[in-house]
């Protein structure tokens, strides 16, 4: 299927978030139970004397997951301060790690991989050693079903 | 112009690699077309500053402070727009981050 698609890419530096921004719908999914009243949330507590103990919830069978009550790149083992979890849930009710995690198990095994070789993406997210531009948003939009999300 | 599709679950899984272990920072959003009314700029904003914080040790004094103000002084009024966009300024400011957002439209 033909789809069309525009790019700005860029570097990544302190204070210049990188954006990767995808337009136009992606593939119908049928809603997951993920309320978020309802998410089991992966937390640990490094044990300092200065930090309330937690309880420890799991996610349950999403165990290769990135956590996002936890952070995407400091997993877990996370200090945890009394009030954390509390003004972190008023913060958004939201939680796309578990939409992340459902799309992740769903998508089909080793397609997309010439999208992450492709310049435009190696220079924007800094993969690539040449070439790290001053922009800092790469913009890909197609046609509605053609796979912007995930193939599966 | 290219002629291309992409895969932003595939892009967030990369950059979760890319990023852990490093003074990096990654976070995503996935809109949903039958969740409108909850994915308001609010919401969708203060998830992405709630990932950032996520990833930090503890939550930086500054952000505290004016979550804290805002939940206790204010009466439990949300963050508003301009005060989580002032947050994500801020943690942003320290460390390279990525910011993926699905279906923007």
Wanted: charged share 25%.
């Amino acid at each position: 299927m033909r789809t069309q698609a525009s790019w700005c890419v860029g570097m990544v530096t302190p204070g210049n978030p990188r954006f990767c921004l995808a337009r136009q719908a992606f593939l119908p999914l049928p809603r997951t139970s993920s309320t978020h009243d309802s998410q089991k949330l992966q937390l640990f507590n490094r044990g300092s004397n200065k930090q309330s103990k937690m309880s420890q919830y799991t996610i349950k069978d999403n165990t290769n997951c990135f956590n996002t009550t936890n952070s995407i790149n400091v997993q877990n083992n996370l200090t945890i301060s009394h009030d954390r979890p509390e003004l972190l849930a008023w913060l958004s009710p939201l939680d796309p790690g578990l939409r992340h995690c459902d799309i992740r198990e769903r998508r089909a095994k080793d397609v997309g991989e010439w999208f992450i070789q492709t310049g435009e993406f190696r220079r924007w997210s800094g993969l690539s050693e040449e070439g790290e531009g001053d922009k800092r948003v790469l913009f890909c939009s197609g046609n509605p079903g053609v796979g912007k999300t995930f193939i599966r | 112009m290219l002629t291309r599709g992409g895969d932003s679950s595939l892009v967030v899984d990369i950059l979760y690699d890319k990023t852990r272990g490093r003074n990096a920072a990654l976070t995503c959003f996935y809109f949903d077309f039958a969740a409108q009314k909850e994915q308001s700029a609010i919401n969708v904003l203060g998830s992405l500053l709630k990932q950032m914080i996520n990833g930090t040790g503890n939550i930086p004094d500054e952000i505290r402070r004016t979550l804290r103000d805002q939940k206790e002084t204010a009466g439990g009024r949300r963050p508003q727009l301009v005060d989580i966009v002032k947050m994500l300024r801020l943690i942003t400011s320290s460390q390279g981050t990525y910011m993926c957002i699905d279906a923007l439209d």
